[in-house]
């Protein structure tokens, strides 16, 4: 049994998988990892080891962490199952080249596109032939309600919502159709952009918006808002297999 964790900037995602299955996932806020945890592994005592990645390595949370259970951080020195293509692979975030990695080992032989909608939007693109190319960043939902709101005078903050309206009616209904409407045309338009160069590909949305914006895309998506867990949890399996020294 493998216990999984992504940490962000103020919280957590960590889940457990058994035999290549999801058993439970959470979430929870950095300073709560350590009860969180504990809490898990009460649940799950044959948790053999903890994987995952975070954004920075000076946590107390990481630390108590590692001085009470095995735990196996990714690393860009490690061996990942691409050919990274970044021209800056030193500025690249490690939980786009976990993603990256989870395209290649969940559709082999498969050019894949994974757009990851969390506080930003990542887009990241691996070829058949398992080359990363890179892809795009641009604000998140969320980013775009609370910069409207923290950057002008009388914008109110407002909770996502899609309209179906063309023009809007009210600021509210402005703000709404602004936000939504303009990330769904980036998103097919960027689409639109690579399959001129590369043909059709699968298309992975994730993140915490992915099933907020699944239904509104015109393009064919596979919308799993637990693939960067489940990347975590495959980039391990592969790394062991390929004999990666910890």
């Given at each position: 049994?493998i216990?999984?964790?992504d940490i962000?900037n103020?919280?957590?995602?960590?889940?457990?998988?058994?035999?290549?299955s999801?058993?439970?996932?959470?979430q929870c806020?950095v300073?709560?990892?350590?009860k969180k945890?504990?809490?898990?592994f009460?649940k799950h005592?044959?948790?053999?080891i903890w994987v995952g990645?975070q954004?920075?390595?000076n946590?107390p949370?990481i630390?108590?962490?590692?001085n009470h259970?095995p735990?196996?951080?990714?690393?860009r020195e490690q061996k990942?199952?691409?050919?990274?293509l970044?021209?800056?692979p030193?500025?690249?975030?490690?939980?786009r080249?976990?993603?990256a990695?989870?395209?290649?080992?969940?559709y082999?032989?498969?050019?894949v596109l994974?757009?990851?909608?969390g506080?930003?939007?990542?887009?990241?693109?691996?070829?058949?032939?398992r080359n990363?190319?890179?892809?795009?960043?641009?604000p998140g939902m969320q980013?775009?309600?609370?910069?409207?709101?923290?950057?002008?005078?009388k914008?109110?903050?407002?909770?996502p919502?899609?309209?179906e309206s063309?023009?809007g009616?009210?600021?509210?209904?402005s703000?709404?159709?602004g936000v939504t409407?303009?990330?769904?045309?980036?998103i097919d338009?960027?689409?639109?952009r690579?399959?001129k160069?590369?043909?059709?590909?699968?298309?992975?949305?994730?993140?915490g918006?992915a099933v907020?914006?699944?239904?509104k895309?015109?393009?064919?998506i596979?919308?799993n808002s637990n693939f960067?867990?489940e990347s975590?949890?495959?980039?391990?399996?592969y790394?062991?297999?390929?004999?990666?020294?910890?």
């Amino acid at each position: 049994m493998i216990a999984v964790i992504d940490i962000g900037n103020t919280r957590a995602k960590l889940a457990v998988f058994h035999q290549n299955s999801l058993l439970e996932q959470w979430q929870c806020h950095v300073i709560d990892i350590p009860k969180k945890v504990l809490e898990i592994f009460k649940k799950h005592p044959n948790i053999s080891i903890w994987v995952g990645s975070q954004v920075s390595n000076n946590e107390p949370e990481i630390a108590w962490l590692n001085n009470h259970y095995p735990t196996h951080w990714f690393e860009r020195e490690q061996k990942f199952p691409f050919t990274n293509l970044y021209q800056t692979p030193e500025t690249l975030g490690l939980d786009r080249m976990v993603l990256a990695s989870g395209a290649v080992l969940s559709y082999p032989e498969q050019a894949v596109l994974v757009i990851d909608m969390g506080t930003c939007i990542t887009f990241d693109f691996v070829d058949a032939e398992r080359n990363y190319h890179g892809g795009a960043i641009a604000p998140g939902m969320q980013m775009r309600y609370q910069t409207m709101h923290e950057k002008t005078a009388k914008l109110p903050l407002l909770s996502p919502q899609f309209s179906e309206s063309v023009f809007g009616k009210t600021t509210e209904q402005s703000m709404h159709i602004g936000v939504t409407t303009a990330i769904c045309s980036e998103i097919d338009s960027y689409v639109d952009r690579i399959q001129k160069v590369y043909g059709n590909f699968t298309i992975i949305l994730t993140g915490g918006d992915a099933v907020f914006f699944a239904k509104k895309l015109k393009s064919a998506i596979f919308a799993n808002s637990n693939f960067l867990l489940e990347s975590l949890y495959h980039l391990y399996l592969y790394q062991i297999s390929n004999d990666q020294s910890f």
